[in-house]
């Protein structure tokens, strides 16, 4: 197992927002989440890649069965685990390769591998660049500032492609986008996918679905799942949305 | 309440009369000196009641029996000079220590033909330079505590002259470097400065030191810009943390003139650095650009003055603090549209960045504007690192500490990437760097 989650509760500024998750996912393995607004899958995400303003108050996290809650951001970036933000932050004066190139050599000097020089770095790049159609101008630029929303969920997904986590979280890597960009999105997932690489994707549309098709899909409700199936739970929820199903808050989209 | 500091003044009255006695020099500069220390020793030292330096005390320099800085073998500064951040800065440089211009320290070949770098002792003496008509007259004595002493003591610094119609391929480096005594000592370098009309001209000015007893170092240069000719100026004090240093930098610019400024303070426990300009033709540009990066106990006090005189003048102002520790930093941006200066168009931003809770700044503009077409704009920011930016790198597998730094350098590198010159931008931007991975 690549990621065991038990009874995980978090609470976010005195209000419990996760109450009670158990997941599971084997390597290899594809998840989808789906849930109304709100629900906790954004919290879920930053829980798992250690965002500090949500407290675990109670459950635990094993990744590759180590206590994954213990480790820094940083060592759980290391050890594989990224997520794709949601709302994917702007860094001024940083440019986004400087920035990707640091990320990638304080990974690979984890693993005792040499680090890139900036032409190393930028031949390795050139491949991932053309999949995810990143134009030459997204790089020198400083990360995210003043891209459009399409190209910061594009960049997520070319940080993933560069980064090679074995554990990548996507929340919500396709709202935002045209039908265009969701394409050029999910051909850079679906080239990710491989038997040593887990995904958990994050989404409200089973548009995207389409393209990534999940091993599982979990419905996530007032910070518990719910239900989880396979793939056809998604064309379901699409159709009937998520009322019927019990223990499942109304949803107030 | 008293807003001057008029105690142990006949410590300076004394050293003026030794200095009178020594020295031989034109009546004409013997004037200047005597009218100077007559007005220091009315003037003062500034207290807190005073509103220009109401979060600068300078208590401490006025309590301290400053001596002339003694007179040291070159070879003892040396190697500090030959490490320094600029040291390999391939361009004419002379090099002072302990305000004694020293040749063997100094280059100054390769420059353009009629360009003048020489010490301003020699220019005066030379009797064929026209300091008479120059010296004391862009910095103003009168109403200046810290330029009245530097006038009443001054003795040497640099004498800058380009011709007109020159562009200097390299910029002029003017270098002081201190090696404090056991017994806290004082310098007063005096910088004059004259650009010929249709130039173009970098300079730049450096403090360091070697070794950590006090000492203070009262600085005045004072810049004119002819006519259409552009300057770019630099200066980086890196000065001991015991340090004292008061400097003003004065500029003055004739009709289409430009100048770019950039004062880039890392050194000195406390620090009054003023930067100004006067905008004294139309079509003139004014861009006063500064970053302080401190720690400790450190206090730096940036005091800009932008007076426009004349219309159609612009003026840009950006100043950017990185504070740490327990350092106080101080900006008073003053803006000056006088009644002709129709037609301003002036910008002022300090941002500000508090790396500790200790850390405090207090960021004021002071806008004086008696024109009424005018379009003048200032803002003020005091933040701290950026949590969800933070997160965001360290979430990449960047450490927490590199992600400050390079949040840090990014925030610092805003002003830095506006100088021109690029070996100049990239060696400053190295020592900035430093600076910040050396911070506990
Ligand atoms: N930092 C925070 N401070 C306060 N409340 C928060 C914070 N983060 C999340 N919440 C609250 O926690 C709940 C769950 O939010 P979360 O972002 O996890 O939902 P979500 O399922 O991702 O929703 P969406 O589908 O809209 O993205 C919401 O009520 C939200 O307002
Ligand atoms: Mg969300």
Redesign the interface.
């Known amino acids: 197992m690549l990621l065991e989650i038990k009874n995980l509760h978090a609470k976010v500024g005195g209000n419990e927002i996760l109450k009670g998750i158990d997941l599971k996912v084997g390597l290899g393995e594809v998840h989808a989440i789906m849930g109304p607004n709100g629900s906790g899958k954004s919290t879920l995400a930053q829980v798992l890649a250690g965002r500090d303003v949500y407290a675990v108050t109670e459950g635990e996290v094993l990744y590759e069965g180590k206590n994954l809650l213990e480790m820094a951001p940083e060592d759980r970036a290391r050890e594989g685990v990224f997520m794709a933000f949601q709302y994917p932050v702007e860094i001024p004066g940083v440019s986004n390769t400087y920035f990707l190139r640091t990320a990638r050599n304080a990974i690979r000097k984890h693993h005792g591998q040499e680090e890139m020089d900036a032409m190393d770095f930028l031949t390795f790049i050139r491949e991932k660049m053309k999949l995810l159609e990143m134009d030459e101008s997204l790089m020198t630029r400083p990360v995210n500032e003043g891209f459009s929303g399409g190209e910061k969920k594009r960049n997520e997904i070319f940080q993933m492609a560069v980064l090679e986590p074995k554990l990548a979280i996507l929340d919500e890597t396709d709202s935002g986008l045209d039908i265009d960009a969701l394409k050029i999105v999910a051909r850079g997932v679906n080239a990710m996918r491989s038997k040593d690489r887990s995904m958990i994707v994050v989404t409200h549309y089973q548009r995207l679905l389409n393209y990534i098709v999940p091993d599982f899909v979990h419905v996530l409700s007032d910070g518990r799942i719910v239900k989880s199936g396979r793939k056809e739970l998604a064309l379901e929820l699409e159709q009937k949305g998520y009322g019927w199903l019990e223990g499942a808050v109304n949803a107030t989209a | 309440m008293t807003t001057a500091i008029k105690e142990n003044l006949d410590v300076y009255l004394q050293s003026f009369r030794e200095l009178e006695r020594r020295g031989k020099v034109p009546e004409w500069l013997a004037r200047i000196r005597t009218e100077a220390i007559e007005r220091f020793l009315d003037l003062g030292f500034p207290t807190p009641r005073d509103e220009e330096w109401k979060y600068t005390n300078v208590a401490s320099i006025a309590r301290t029996p400053f001596e002339p800085a003694p007179a040291v073998p070159a070879e003892r500064a040396a190697e500090r000079i030959a490490t320094h951040a600029l040291a390999q800065l391939d361009c004419p440089r002379l090099v002072f220590v302990n305000g004694k211009p020293v040749p063997e320290l100094s280059s100054l070949g390769g420059l353009e033909a009629g360009v003048k770098v020489m010490s301003l002792e020699k220019a005066v003496a030379s009797g064929t330079e026209p300091v008479e008509q120059y010296l004391a007259r862009t910095a103003d004595p009168a109403t200046h505590p810290f330029v009245a002493l530097n006038t009443a003591f001054l003795q040497d610094g640099a004498w800058v002259e380009i011709p007109k119609r020159t562009a200097l391929s390299k910029p002029i480096y003017l270098l002081y470097v201190t090696l404090p005594g056991s017994k806290p000592t004082v310098t007063y370098p005096r910088n004059v400065v004259l650009i010929g009309r249709e130039s173009q001209a970098t300079l730049i000015e450096g403090y360091l030191s070697l070794g950590d007893s006090a000492y203070l170092t009262n600085a005045v240069t004072e810049i004119i810009v002819e006519e259409n000719s552009v300057l770019e100026y630099v200066k980086l004090q890196s000065e001991s943390p015991a340090a004292f240093h008061v400097a003003t930098v004065k500029m003055q610019q004739a009709r289409n003139a430009s100048a770019h400024a950039t004062t880039v303070t890392l050194g000195a426990r406390l620090a009054r650095e003023e930067t100004a300009s006067v905008l004294d033709g139309e079509g003139g540009e004014a861009t006063l650009n500064g970053l302080y990066v401190l720690t400790g106990e450190q206090h730096v006090d940036n005091h800009t003055t932008l007076d426009h005189a004349k219309a159609h003048c612009s003026s840009r102002e950006l100043y950017k603090g990185i504070l740490e520790g327990r350092s106080t930093g101080v900006f008073n941006g003053k803006i000056i549209v006088r009644p002709d200066a129709q037609k301003t168009d002036s910008k002022q931003s300090n941002k500000n960045l508090l790396l500790s809770e200790d850390a405090t700044i207090n960021t004021k503009p002071q806008l004086e504007i008696y024109a009424d077409d005018v379009k003048c704009t200032h803002g003020a920011t005091v933040g701290q690192i ?1 949590a ?2 933070l ?10 500490r ?2 400050r730094n ?2 840090t ?3 610092a ?2 002003v830095l990437d506006k100088i021109k010159y690029a070996y100049l931008r990239e060696r400053l931007k190295a020592s900035v760097l430093e600076r910040l991975a050396t911070q506990p």
């Open positions: 950026d969800e930016a997160f965001y790198l360290r979430s990449r597998g960047i450490s927490q590199e992600a390079l949040l350098v990014a925030f590198n805003d």
